[in-house]
């Protein structure tokens, strides 16, 4: 069983940045892939970014390219993401999800294992 404890939402005007973290609770992680999904109001969860956690091989969706960073430290099992030039429309829960499985097919279904979320306001 792996636990992911999510932290570092809050409130930020827009333009702002913001740093998340997930701790995995894994001892070992020869395959898995680390992503995070966001949720906004009345709306599905959705892929945001993912990383190898051998390669470090990274994946993004295209509305937060070039403003969101994916990164991880596997000395600490925690991965984090960076979150620059936020909009309003980045209003969301954030969850990290873990699968051990290969890079690729970044649906929610395809993930094992979830945080409890953290939530992002973006104010205008």
């Known amino acids: 069983q792996v636990q992911l404890a999510e932290s570092g939402g809050g409130l930020v005007q827009a333009g702002g940045s913001l740093r998340l973290s997930c701790a995995a609770s894994f001892r070992s992680c020869s395959n898995c892939v680390m992503s995070w999904f966001r949720q906004g109001p009345g709306k599905e969860r959705d892929f945001v970014a993912a990383i190898s956690w051998t390669s470090g091989r990274t994946e993004y969706v295209d509305s937060v390219k070039g403003r969101f960073t994916i990164s991880r430290d596997n000395a600490k099992n925690t991965v984090y993401l960076q979150l620059n030039s936020l909009k309003p429309e980045d209003t969301a829960v954030y969850y990290c999800?873990?699968?051990?499985?290969?890079?690729?097919?970044?649906?929610?279904?395809?993930?094992?294992?979830w945080g409890q979320g953290t939530q992002v306001t973006v104010s205008s």
């Open positions: 999800a873990a699968r051990f499985a290969g890079f690729g097919n970044f649906r929610s279904l395809d993930y094992d294992y």
